[in-house]
């Protein structure tokens, strides 16, 4: 059954530093999604992109994240400046169509020191 | 954020018994509810879905039922099996371009041999 797979599955980095996490949806999906899981908190939407660009993002999606699909397989997601509170577990999703259920990748799970 | 609400952290059930996982929302605009597993180390998974058009949605072992005047849905799995143990979200969208989710806080499920 195809899946969406996320690289590296584990990312520890220095404050302040850029991090880019990737993501390849299931290959014949139209949709893309960014989530993050903060410890022992729900899990957050950050931002959905389609068409290449940005459909809706959340408040947490400030200025210092930024999304692309480079390639027309990868799908990215970096953080400019990293601050702790970026430590989470983030997971890109993927769907055909809009209306259609969303596939979530394994995560990676950024450390930021 | 408590637009969707699942109350019990946790809820422990006998192999071949039914499990009855619950959710609330507040958001009247959700019209797409969705329940995803997650086991440690691993996205969420998708189990079923529903939308508002409905109220009774069934696949298998799982059955999704969602009663709009209340604003509550619920997650019947029957005959529960050891393999049922797991993290179960239950997440709700509006349509829109894109649907981004709004994740309750989920319920570890137990299921004993």
């Known amino acids: 059954e195809p899946e969406v797979t996320q690289t590296p599955s584990h990312q520890v980095t220095q404050m302040g530093q850029e991090v880019i996490l990737r993501c390849v949806p299931i290959s014949n999906h139209l949709y893309f999604y960014w989530y993050r899981q903060i410890l022992g908190q729900k899990v957050e939407f950050l931002v959905s992109f389609y068409n290449n660009e940005i459909s809706e993002k959340s408040e947490i999606f400030d200025d210092q994240f930024s999304v692309e699909r480079p390639d027309g397989s990868n799908f990215t997601l970096k953080i400019r400046s990293t601050k702790l509170e970026d430590s989470a577990m983030y997971f890109c999703?993927?769907?055909?169509?809009?209306?259609?259920?969303?596939?979530f990748g394994d995560g990676t799970r950024l450390s930021i020191l | 954020d408590q637009q969707v609400k699942q109350n019990s952290p946790s809820l422990s059930v006998q192999e071949g018994r039914i499990s009855i996982l619950n959710c609330d929302y507040t958001?009247?605009?959700?019209?797409?509810f969705l329940w995803y597993k997650k086991y440690p180390a691993e996205g969420p998974t998708f189990l079923i879905s529903?939308?508002?058009?409905?109220d009774k949605n069934e696949d298998g072992r799982f059955t999704v039922f969602l009663n709009k005047s209340a604003k509550h849905l619920s997650l019947h799995i029957v005959p529960s099996q050891p393999g049922d143990s797991a993290v179960y979200f239950c997440a709700a969208a509006r349509t829109g371009s894109a649907r981004q989710l709004t994740f309750g806080s989920g319920t570890q499920l137990t299921v004993l041999p």
């Open positions: 529903i939308s508002s058009i409905k």
């Open positions: 999703a993927s769907s055909e169509f809009s209306n259609q259920p969303q596939h």
């Open positions: 958001n009247s605009m959700f019209d797409y």
